[in-house]
């Protein structure tokens, strides 16, 4: 079975520049979730989708984040304009079920540095 | 709101030893799940071990074993015979309903290291 794929891996921009992640979730499963992992810290969750539809994205940084899930798999996370303290890492999860005893499977993450 | 706390920053083991990750955690739902993730160099985060909050037994996964306390919500993580493929940030984290979206909630991390 496939995992959670993310691209880029890695992506360096200046501070105002716009940034683009994108992550295909394991095939079958409708929960998507995006986390920021700051360097020293737990991922935190950004925004979570059931489908192509928003579940929570109460933690989401709305005037300068956004995400979409058009057709209920792919999902593109967007950072504009990119913020110094933007720089961490773009963790992708998918699970079968939004429900608490579903395994949540990570993907290997985008490493964003922004100067 | 819930919260994990991971007290440990930093842990290091001798190969085949044993070694165990504290977390506690708050939480005000009597109903909820409790993981502990490994997260390699590679980043690609691993579910461990996972316990449901009702259950009173202690989970374990062949050389992974949890001590859960659920009076004084500890959830302490013990590897035994310890391998060098267990070098890794461990993360302890809490699933309840928050927002209507059964968050995931992490502590800060430990990291490992298996010494030779």
């Known amino acids: 079975e496939a995992g959670v794929a993310q691209s880029p891996r890695y992506k360096i921009i200046e501070k105002r520049q716009s940034v683009a992640f994108w992550c295909n979730p394991i095939?079958?499963?409708?929960?998507l979730y995006w986390y920021q992992q700051i360097l020293g810290q737990g991922p935190k969750l950004l925004i979570q989708?059931?489908?192509?539809?928003?579940?929570?994205d109460s933690q989401l940084p709305k005037d300068r984040f956004s995400a979409e899930r058009l057709k209920g798999v792919d999902s593109t996370l967007k950072i504009q304009p990119a913020k110094l303290e933007d720089s961490a890492v773009y963790l992708c999860?998918?699970?079968?079920?939004?429900?608490?005893?579903?395994?949540?499977?990570f993907g290997p993450g985008t490493r964003l540095t922004v100067t | 709101a819930q919260t994990v706390t991971q007290s440990q920053p930093e842990m290091s083991v001798q190969e085949a030893e044993t070694v165990t990750l504290s977390c506690t955690y708050d939480?005000?739902?009597?109903?909820?799940?409790l993981f502990w993730y490994k997260q390699p160099p590679s980043r690609q985060m691993i579910l461990v071990i996972r316990?449901?909050?009702?259950?009173?037994q202690n989970a374990t996964e062949n050389r992974f074993s949890v001590n859960f306390q659920k009076a004084a919500k500890s959830f302490s993580l013990k590897i035994s015979d310890s391998q060098l493929g267990d070098t890794a940030m461990y993360f302890c984290a809490l699933r309840g309903s928050g927002a209507g979206s059964y968050q995931l909630t992490f502590g800060k991390g430990t990291k490992l290291s298996v010494i030779p």
């Open positions: 999860a998918s699970s079968f079920s939004p429900g608490k005893a579903y395994e949540q499977y």
């Open positions: 989708f059931q489908n192509n539809g928003v579940v929570d």
């Open positions: 316990q449901e909050a009702y259950k009173q």
């Open positions: 095939s079958g499963h409708a929960t």
């Open positions: 939480t005000s739902e009597s109903n909820y799940y």
